[in-house]
């Protein structure tokens, strides 16, 4: 039995890591919606966000929300033409728009769908603050993490299935208890961790778009401590996340900043 479990746990990280190639990283990794499937559903639910919430338009944030987001659609195009993905982006429908909400948070949905809120302009305060954020989340989208957390998803709930399967001889007590040792273990021994290495490759590409876009990589390490600043230590234990630990994200990032640079200088962009 116990064995039966260890090798369905094998075999489900296998996938995760197998299934497709990242064209921004080469990475295997997991996806089993093609973009055909997604970008509908996200366009359709961009759309009804916005009908249900106050969109800012007109004013002078409004209008430094998109010329950034341009910057780094216009970043993205060429660093994945020098990737030789020309046709990458063919599919996306590029949108900015902030939105009137305390919350600190943006995010870009699959196909270029982007929304900043108003609450975070005074955490970015400047624009090279607003593109580390809007390349953080432009990446996520071109990295395809949305879809590839679905699919996490889809199989993690098959291993439960796997697990009820396995299990069904046993008394309710005993087949409860499997299925919280592998919820546990699915979520953080896969889930989190996965969710926190999207977190991390969406900084490096996106340190990467703000670079090429003309903002010095840099001023993402000024924003990530205004960031940390905000929350007042209010978070979760690393392990136990979604996201990188404020400081092992800051680290994380000064280690990648030479690497940024040096893809902008490709595209002529120096920073002294």
Not at 112 to 140: C, F, N, Q, R
Not at 195 to 203: F, Q
């Amino acid at each position: 039995m116990k064995k039966n479990l260890v090798l369905a746990g094998i075999v489900t990280l296998g996938l995760i890591y197998s299934c497709a190639t990242n064209p921004l990283t080469g990475k295997k990794t997991l996806n089993f919606v093609s973009n055909s499937e997604l970008f509908p559903s996200s366009f359709q639910q961009y759309g009804t966000f916005l009908k249900e919430n106050k969109v800012i338009s007109g004013t002078a944030d409004a209008k430094k929300v998109e010329t950034v987001g341009m910057k780094i659609k216009s970043a993205a195009e060429r660093y994945l033409a020098s990737l030789g993905q020309n046709d990458y982006l063919k599919d996306y429908q590029w949108e900015y728009k902030l939105v009137d909400s305390k919350e600190v948070n943006a995010w870009c949905m699959p196909g270029g769908k982007i929304v900043v809120y108003s609450g975070i302009l005074p955490i970015t305060k400047t624009d090279a603050g607003l593109a580390t954020v809007m390349g953080h989340e432009v990446s996520h989208a071109l990295a395809n993490h949305g879809a590839q957390r679905m699919s996490a998803s889809q199989l993690q709930t098959l291993g439960a299935a796997g697990v009820a399967a396995a299990t069904g001889g046993m008394s309710a007590e005993k087949q409860q208890m499997w299925q919280q040792y592998y919820g546990i273990g699915s979520n953080v021994g896969g889930m989190l961790p996965f969710s926190r290495s999207h977190e991390t490759e969406a900084d490096k590409i996106g340190l990467i778009l703000m670079a090429i876009a003309g903002y010095n990589p840099e001023e993402a390490i000024s924003f990530w401590t205004r960031m940390s600043a905000n929350s007042g230590g209010q978070a979760p234990a690393e392990l136990l996340s979604t996201h990188p630990s404020d400081a092992t994200r800051i680290a994380n990032l000064k280690a990648m900043i030479p690497e940024a640079k040096a893809v902008a200088a490709k595209f002529g962009v120096v920073f002294k």
